[in-house]
């Protein structure tokens, strides 16, 4: 198998990795919406975790942080024509997640409130207030916005993201 082949194969197996990383979150989205009506406290911040993991590991492939895989992230977003400046580019939520260990740590050592709300579901959010400095881990289901002390992402717009990228991989004949 010549080099040029080898590449092409190597691309089609980044690509097939984007399109199940974009099944997954999809899939963990349906999770999302069913356990709505059968509030389970877990179930939805497993669902959350997975589309938060499934998004990082496509914005990996198409954004990689190692400066030997920059050019293979840059011909990727070519052949599938993804902006630069993607929405999924941005890791920072997911960091806040990824290493909630760490986000613990600097809380404590900065803070001397005893007030710690986390993993709160809140779809009134924007009626009762909150200090986003004490709310770690928020989801407001009402808007789909997932936050971290004061920070937040559009959770809905993240998986419209990964849906229009994984569309954009059918140009090259996968499932």
């Known amino acids: 198998m010549g080099n040029s082949q080898m590449k092409a194969l190597e691309e089609l197996v980044f690509i097939s990795e984007i399109v199940l990383q974009s099944k997954i979150a999809e899939r963990a989205a349906e999770r999302l919406v069913t356990c709505e009506d ?17 998004a990082a590991n496509v914005s990996k492939i198409l954004w990689p942080q190692r400066k030997t895989s920059e050019a293979r992230g840059k011909i990727l977003r070519m052949l599938l024509n993804v902006d630069d400046h993607n929405l999924l580019s941005d890791r920072k939520i997911r960091n806040h997640f990824e290493h909630y260990d760490e986000r613990i740590e600097k809380w404590f050592e900065k803070n001397c409130s005893a007030v710690y709300m986390d993993t709160r579901i809140d779809p009134f959010e924007s009626i009762w207030g ?22 937040s992402v559009d959770l809905a717009a993240i998986l419209k993201a990964l849906e229009e990228i994984r569309h954009k991989c059918r140009h090259f004949a996968l499932p």
């Open 38 to 54: 059968h509030f389970d406290p877990i179930e939805p911040w497993s669902a959350i975790q997975s589309i938060l993991v499934a």
């Open 130 to 151: 909150h200090n986003p400095a004490n709310l770690h881990r928020g989801y407001n289901p009402m808007t789909k916005t997932l936050s971290f002390r004061g920070e």
